[in-house]
Structure formats: C-alpha cells, structure tokens
C-alpha cells in the first residue's frame, strides 16, 4: 500500500487519474476506508486507517501539527453518507485547509469541507464534485499556493480578556435556563471575560457521562473552536469523571460555574483571611478532579540508580493537598475561635446584633454604609464584599445596635465554599436578627429569596428571626411598586435616594424593642 503512495501529486496539487486510481484500488484491496495528510508540495506526509476524525488522535505528530494551515486531509471511503460532525469537529481542531472525501461506489463523488472566513456565521462550507475534473478546476484546490500565503485564518485573538463559550442546561423548564443564561453572563461579565457564543439545552435529566447531548456536544465544540475560545463554562457543576472525558474530546479548557465563582472570589479577596478560605475552597475543588489534568501530572519520577519508577507527579500533588487542606481547616479554626471571642466581647456589651444577608449585588453594602457611615466597597459585580465588617450604629436616639455586612449569596453556592467560609458564617448564626436584602427591581426576586433561604437551611439559619427588606425601590414603577407597598409599607427603600430609610428605622426599632421584651435583653447606650 505504501509503495503505491511514493510519488508525490503534481506541483499545482491537483489530483490525478493515475493517482485516483492507486487509492481506489487499495480501498477495494483492503475493504477499509483510510485518510492521507497531504502537505502543500503534494507529499504524503501520514496515512492511517479510520475516519477522518481520529486525526485527533495524531495531533502531537510533527507531520500533523507542523504547519497544519498548509494540509489537507483525503478521505477514501465506501459509505453512501457524507462527513459527520465529528469530522467537521476534527476539521476546526486540526487546523486544516481542508478536508476531501472520495466516495468509492458505483459512481465516484467528491465532498470538500473547509472553514469559512470569520465574518461569515457559517463555521463551515461544503462543495459536491461528481468529476474529478470539475474538482481540480475548484479554487479551492487551484490555488492552494496561494492560500498557503494568505491562508484562512480563525477569529482574531488580540483581546487582552479570556474569551469563552457558554453552555447553559437545565432539566427543569426554559425559565429556569433562561435565568441561568443571564446569570452566567453576568458573572463572566464581572470578571471582564468575553462571550464568544453560547448553547442551550433543556433535557428530562442530566446525562451521566457530558452532562449535555452528543449532538449539542459536538456543536459545542466545533463552534468553540472556530470562534478561538480560551475555554467552555457550563452552567452546571461538572463531575469529576465528566470534566476529564469533555476534556479527552477537545484541546480547549473545560470549566464549570464553581470554577468561575472560585475565579471571582479570587479576584475580589483583599484580606488574609478571605484568601485562606478561598485557597482551601480551590484546593477541596481541584483534589477529586486530578486525575482529568492530563500529562503535566502523569510523568513519573525516577531516573538512574532508583530503586524503581518512582512516584507520579499526580500522587505527589494530591499529598500536598491533603496536607495543605489539613494545614488551612486548622487556620480556619483558629479564625473561629477568633471571632467568637470577639463576639463574646459583644454580648458583654448588651447590644443587639443584626447582619445583612441576601443574594449578591441585592445592595447591602451600599445600604451598610448609609445606616453607619462606613466606606466598605459598593460595585455592581457578584461577590465585591467577601469580608464580614461589623459597626455600631443608631437607628433611633435611643436604640443601638451592632450592624454587620457579610457575603451575598447565590443559588447552588458550591458546598465547599460554603464549608470553606464557616467562618465568615458563624458571623451571621451570631446574629439577633437577620435582615434578608432583596433586589426589587430584579424581576426574578421570587426566585433569588428562594435561593438566599436555602442556603440559609443548609448552614443551620432557617429559624432564625428575619427581617424581610426591599431595596433599590427608585428603580421599579408601576403596579408592582404599589403593590409592594401596600404589602410591606416600612421595609421599600432605596439606598441611593434614601426613600424609605427613616421608615424602615422606625420598623426596625419596634423589631428590636419586641426582641428585647421577649428575650430579656437590654439595650445599650440609652440617652
């Protein structure tokens, strides 16, 4: 079979009859379809047996990632189908100029897929041949020395920001994905990344194995890779075993919402504290998900005179691990015992404790900073308050109390960052009364106090007395402002106009007097 390829096609690569021939031949001889990697000057640089999109399993041969613009791959095959989505997968990750597919049945035919430009919202284009003479007379095959000079490139990549490509599912109904989309975006929004493309998908349960269809998979990453994505962000936590096997499909990172939360944590952490918590945050996640990091932890150490083969770098990593999670739970504890003497001091001083809580960017800080004349920082980001801060403030002439700004929430927070930052928690189980911040003007509010409430449940707050507060009121008109009104007439503020404010001081007085009747507790600082 080999001698049969020795020659190499004619300089202007156009293909032959007495080439035409030795490949048809040798696909009857051998009843199997095959692949030949040609490069520019018409030499067959690879031949293997498959389809074509087993050429991913070649990638880190020097005859195929060598100059990969400059080849083109030629499918000799018997089957009456055109190419599948994995070849035209295959096609955007090799890189290729293009791909052929001689169909060998009674009557030849000719498909040719390339990549189009990137102003075009086609990823692909395909061209149908019935004579090897019209095909030759193809630009595309004429002027391939032209292409190699001003060859077809992908979508620019001079961006500064990491580029992604999101995939959003969910096993519930279109509300669910379409509030899962736009929180998504908003939180790759806030790291400053940019959405490249994205895809949905609503199914009657997760699959086990991607967590998303073949079908929609393979879409994903064909598209992803033509539009030149740094990564893929699912909106759902990827299992382990999930994570590698997406990884094994595609050279493009594979990540998931946990990750992206973890990103922003990390970006935000200002103190020592906040960043002992998110490192052991990301290091719960990174320890079960190991063994998908590929060949930078698969080398083994040992060399000459060793007593074996020595340990692989994936168990030396997962020692340091454990030992470094082991090395900060003990951190995290001592910051408890910390702050519960700190808030032993508190109690000697008979104040009551209220803390802000709610969803992220609901306004807490900014209505922190109105009622106690603080600076804490106000953004409109996810997660800018990662540090609990805690003052005195009046809310009457007579009443004060010690008021706290803690950590927004988020639906499906991830459990090890919740375990990571008990500490930060334990501030809020502290607390007298908890006052829920919510986000008038979102229109899925409902649906955000649902998510605040059970996070609640799951570190042990759901009984706790709680203040329902309704903020950024200037923001909402109409009859869901009237009708919020009606409903909770001292609880709708606004804190960039400080409308209901002194209101809301007023209810929050009566609150705390009714605690301290029925609990005994004093007041402080009576006047």
Request: net charge positive; aromatic share 8%; with cysteine.
């Amino acid at each position: 079979m080999l001698s049969l390829f020795r020659k190499r096609l004619p300089n202007n690569n156009l293909i032959s009859k007495e080439f035409l021939k030795n490949i048809l031949s040798c696909n009857s001889i051998i009843q199997k379809d095959f692949n030949l990697v040609i490069n520019r000057r018409g030499k067959i640089n690879m031949i293997f047996i498959g389809n074509p999109w087993m050429i991913e399993d070649y990638f880190n041969n020097d005859s195929v990632k060598s100059n990969p613009s400059q080849k083109r791959l030629i499918f000799i095959s018997n089957k009456k189908n055109g190419f599948e989505k994995k070849d035209k997968v295959a096609l955007i990750n090799s890189k290729f100029n293009n791909f052929l597919m001689v169909n060998n049945l009674r009557k030849l035919s000719y498909e040719v897929i390339y990549k189009e430009k990137s102003s075009n919202k086609q990823l692909w284009s395909t061209e149908n041949y019935d004579d090897i003479n019209k095909l030759n007379e193809s630009p595309l095959w004429q002027n391939f020395n032209k292409i190699k000079r001003n060859k077809i490139k992908l979508v620019d990549n001079n961006y500064d920001s990491e580029r992604v490509y999101l995939v959003n599912i969910s096993d519930k109904d279109s509300y669910d994905l379409e509030n899962s989309k736009i929180e998504l975006n908003e939180l790759c929004n806030s790291l400053g990344k940019i959405v490249v493309g994205n895809k949905h998908q609503i199914r009657k349960e997760l699959d086990s194995g991607t967590l998303i269809g073949k079908g929609l998979l393979n879409d994903v990453l064909l598209e992803s890779k033509f539009h030149n994505a740094n990564k893929i962000i699912f909106n759902k936590e990827l299992l382990p075993h999930q994570s590698k096997k997406i990884s094994s499909m595609t050279n493009i990172k594979i990540s998931d919402r946990t990750e992206l939360i973890l990103e922003i944590f990390e970006k935000n952490a200002k103190s020592k504290e906040a960043h002992t918590q998110i490192e052991l945050a990301r290091l719960k996640y990174e320890l079960p998900r190991l063994a998908g990091s590929g060949k930078s932890y698969s080398q083994i150490a040992g060399g000459i005179r060793s007593k074996g083969p020595g340990e692989k770098k994936i168990e030396q990593r997962r020692r340091y691990l454990r030992k470094r999670i082991n090395e900060l739970e003990k951190q995290i504890d001592n910051l408890s015992k910390r702050r519960s003497l700190t808030r032993i001091q508190r109690e000697r001083n008979q104040l009551i404790s209220a803390t802000l809580v709610g969803y992220t960017c609901a306004g807490k800080s900014t209505l922190f900073n109105k009622l106690t004349k603080s600076k804490v920082v106000e953004s409109t980001k996810a997660f800018s308050t990662l540090n609990p801060t805690t003052r005195r403030t009046y809310i009457s002439q007579e009443t004060q109390i010690l008021l706290s700004d803690t950590v927004g929430f988020i639906s499906d927070l991830p459990k090890d960052l919740i375990s990571s930052f008990r500490a930060t928690l334990e501030e809020i189980g502290q607390s007298d009364v908890l006052i829920h911040v919510i986000d008038a003007s979102d229109p899925n509010y409902e649906e955000k106090i649902m998510a605040v409430e059970n996070t609640l449940e799951i570190v042990g707050l759901e009984n706790y007395k709680k203040i329902i507060l309704f903020n950024k009121f200037d923001l909402i008109k109409g009859n869901k402002k009237d009708i919020l009104k009606k409903m909770f007439p001292k609880q709708c503020i606004s804190s960039i106009t400080n409308e209901g404010i002194n209101d809301f001081k007023v209810f929050l007085d009566k609150e705390i007097s009714s605690l301290n009747s029925s609990e005994n507790k004093l007041v402080a600082n009576h006047l």
